[in-house]
């Protein structure tokens, strides 16, 4: 259980272009969604977290019109990559924390943005 | 301010133990985790920790220590497919996860 996927894999887009990537709990629901970015060799950064019918919360330095999240339903969160440039592209990870739990984040596959 | 340190990189050998070490500063403590990511992968859960001691799952074992902000995750007989990065994450009192930078592991044969 608590399988998480993420689409696309891979995007390649022009540079202006807005990107949609979607996360989805498969098999249970997630309280709490939360996306993150991570650039070659380095660490994992939380870009923002969000709540099922709520706004996202989102970290300092994320441009939150740049970054838009839709948490429609507890299976499904949305980011939107709009007016993409080359310094956007990075692998963007979603991960999703389920009612009840010990707190852990199970995390979806990841999408692979380039931006040209 | 929140902090993880873990080593950046270890090396060691096929069959051999390793110990990768993580001290945090945190604001409070909701249990500390570890998971595993591969080049190019997403992380994948390994294990939990909220209580002082050690909690072993086949060929890992975490350790923790909350007094002095402490855990180890322990990687016994190792293969070639544990080549990986290993991320220590504390939860703080808003139930944030706080990473750390995470630890290269290289095995060699």
């Known amino acids: 259980g608590a399988v998480v996927s993420q689409h696309p894999s891979r995007v390649i887009c022009k540079s202006g272009t807005s990107v949609k990537i979607e996360c989805r709990s498969l098999d249970f629901q997630a309280t709490t969604m939360f996306w993150y970015r991570q650039f070659p060799k380095q660490s994992l950064m939380l870009m923002a977290t969000?709540?099922?019918?709520?706004?996202?919360?989102?970290e300092q330095g994320v441009e939150k019109d740049k970054f838009l999240i839709n948490h429609a339903s507890l299976t499904l969160s949305t980011l939107t990559v709009t007016s993409a440039h080359p310094e956007d592209s990075s692998f963007y990870i979603c991960s999703a924390r389920r009612a009840g739990g010990i707190n852990e984040q199970f995390f979806g596959p990841g999408t692979r943005l380039t931006v040209l | 301010g929140q902090n993880i340190d873990q080593p950046t990189e270890m090396t060691a050998t096929e069959g051999a133990i390793v110990q990768i070490n993580c001290t945090y500063q945190t604001s409070g403590f909701n249990g500390l985790f570890w998971y595993q990511q591969h080049a190019g992968e997403a992380p994948t859960f390994l294990s939990y920790?909220?209580l002082d001691g050690l909690e072993e799952k086949g060929r890992f074992s975490s350790f923790l220590s909350r007094s002095k902000g402490y855990s180890y995750l322990l990687l016994k007989e190792l293969q070639m497919k544990d080549s990986a990065s290993y991320l220590c994450?504390?939860?703080?009192?808003?139930?944030?996860?706080?990473w750390g930078a995470g630890t290269k592991l290289i095995i060699k044969p």
């Open positions: 920790n909220v």
């Open positions: 969000s709540n099922e019918g709520s706004k996202a919360t989102y």
């Open positions: 994450a504390v939860l703080d009192s808003n139930y944030q996860l706080i």
